[in-house]
């Protein structure tokens, strides 16, 4: 654990400070997911504490559960009386191949299209697996990516540090800051149980690692305004991400929604975004024009496979990665099994959520003390390397889940009544609270309040 905080402060530059962990045990796995998990959420409650020295003179005590910390990773959300609608589209998984194993991610439906373009249609897995078997795993990745969809061979670590993208990557630092023009902006407006009070954040992530940043900052009271494509839907992850925010929707490709866009950014102190390394560049509004548009913004950004190599533009998610990097290949060793076994939980994206949200922190706290902008860029492969090089965490099995985990608020989501797991994380005097309660997608107009 020390030595995993330790590297993530290194690269945030935060002071190498004891943080205090309760609890015992880790999440089954080859590597010490848990270890991962109190850390990065430890590093984020860091950024805090840090902002209120900064501010106010006072540094807050951080204290991390690490069992609430891995259950966390997994869920955060209990539903009474309803259900959240499945994670994974049908034929999604991993495949044999003639000579491996392959994983196709079909969640999104231009996705599967992708697939079943190169594969012919499928109407479940057991015709999926039939088309998959006759195929190279090579050959079949590549042609699943040329049609736009998603997929990663089963790679091995040693395979993974050899290949192009992996020594790319591995050269990468896991938070990559670049200091912005100077800007006076706004004094902090904030206090020490709403830190962010005043502050706005516009979030164009999707899925799992930027929500999970943008939903730390509205638990210690940023504005969240979440923008999303006007078609774009993620059902299996939306109750557990939208907490504390307000989501619209916008096409930026309409001359109308562009105008809108831009009017939110340039009001926006933060921006996150999770698009491939192009694809802002693509609409119109690179790294330049955005630093145009926002003066003294603080723009963090994360994708999957890194931000140099030939990989840099590839779509990839957390479990794509963890075949590519060798993670679902250590785990089937680990376990003697006779196919992939990825970790327990999607722990790069929630893992690199948290070091975004710190990396944000950290860059608020710089623009607030010498007026000036900035950027950081993470990936979801530099947090696999992180995790892969960490080794394994302890054996001990944590305690199970019970009904004292769960908070006492009853949070009235768009779907019904829900209760949230107690927060993991403890810093003196600032609650993680939220104050708007999950949503749909698209449910609120394009426009601060």
Known sequence: ???????????????????????????????????????????????VSQLLHQQTGRLPDVEVDRRLASFWFASS????????PPLWDPIAGDYATRDGWIRLHTNAPHHRAAAESVLGACADRAAMAS?????????????????????????????????????AVNAEPLVA??????????????????????????????????????????????EVLRIDPPTWNEPGVVPEMTLGKRCARLDLHDPADRLLFESLLKDADI????????????????????????????????????????????????SLV????????????????????????????????YLMAAAALTLLARRLSEGLGGSARLS??????????????????????????????????????AHRLQVPLKITGTPLQWTIPAGELGAHRAQWW
């Open 77 to 84: 959300i209990r539903p009474s009386g309803w259900s959240v």
């Open 380 to 417: 979801l492969a530099r947090t696999a390397k992180l995790l892969v090089e960490h080794g394994a965490g302890p054996e001990a099995a944590l305690r199970a889940e019970d009904e004292n985990d769960q908070g006492l608020v009853v949070e009235q989501t768009a779907w019904g009544p």
């Open 177 to 222: 800051f670049t200091a912005g023009a100077h800007h006076p902006g706004k004094p902090w407006q904030g206090s020490v149980a709403r830190p962010l009070s005043g502050i706005k954040v516009l979030d164009l992530t999707r899925v799992l690692a930027g929500p999970v940043a943008s939903r730390f900052l509205a638990g210690l009271g940023a």
């Open 131 to 167: 088309k998959v078997a006759q195929w190279n795993k090579t050959d079949l990745e590549q042609a699943v990516v040329a049609a736009g969809g998603c997929a990663a061979e089963m790679r091995n670590w040693a395979q993974w540090q050899a290949h192009p993208q992996g020594l």
């Open 322 to 353: 963890q075949m590519s990097s060798g993670i679902a290949e250590a785990g089937q060793r680990w376990k003697n099994a006779d196919k992939p076994l990825p970790l327990p939980v999607q722990a790069l994206d929630h893992g690199t959520g």
């Open 1 to 47: 654990m020390t030595g995993l905080l330790t590297s993530i402060q290194a690269a945030l530059g935060l002071p190498h400070t004891a943080i205090t962990f309760t609890s015992d045990g880790a999440l089954p796995s080859a590597f010490a997911v848990t270890d991962l998990a109190s850390a990065s959420i430890a590093a984020a409650g860091q950024a």
């Open 271 to 318: 921006l996150l975004h999770g698009y491939r390394a192009d694809a802002l560049q693509h609409l119109g509004y690179g790294p330049a024009e955005r630093q145009a548009l926002a003066p003294g913004l603080i723009d963090v950004s994360l994708n999957a496979y890194g931000w140099s190599g030939p990989w840099q533009n590839r779509r990839g998610f957390d």
